[in-house]
Structure formats: C-alpha cells, structure tokens
C-alpha cells in the first residue's frame, strides 16, 4: 500500500499505512524500535515497576502515533 501524504488520523492507525511509513523511513524506525525497547527499561531505573508500565504505555503510544504525527509536521513545516 502507498503512503499518502493527505492521511487522516483513523487511517494512521491502520497496519498497512503504518508498515509503509516505517519502511519509507529507515532511520525513525530504527529510532523508534530503540524506543520501544529502551523507554521501558529507562522507567525501570527512574521509577521502578510503575515507570516501567508507563515506559511500555508511552513507547507504545509513540509507535502508533509517529507516522500520523511526523507526516502532518513534515507537512506543516514545508508549507511554512
């Protein structure tokens, strides 16, 4: 499936929007497997078990809303 640029929010959260987002983009999703991976353990040291649920949460939250997210800046920032 091909990326839009036009994307709305529900469509972000489709499997295949976001498959193509990531494979487009290399470097954020490497960055955001490190995310994933590293922000749970980081809340592990900061604050223990419950900064461990809420690293899991957040890196989570971030994996399915970069695409949607980056998209609409990228846009925003070339119509600047």
Do not use: C
């Not at 972000?12 to 487009?24: G, I, V």
């Not at 995310?35 to 971030?62: H, Q, R």
């Amino acid at each position: 499936m091909a990326l839009t640029p036009n994307l709305s929010f529900s469509d972000s959260l489709k499997r295949d929007q976001r498959t193509a987002f990531y494979e487009r983009h290399k470097g954020i999703a490497l960055a955001m497997i490190l995310i994933v991976f590293l922000l749970p353990l980081a809340g592990v040291f900061v604050e223990g078990m419950s900064g461990a649920v809420t690293g899991v949460v957040i890196s989570v939250l971030a994996f399915y809303l970069a695409p949607y997210a980056l998209l609409k800046l990228g846009r925003w920032i070339a119509g600047s």
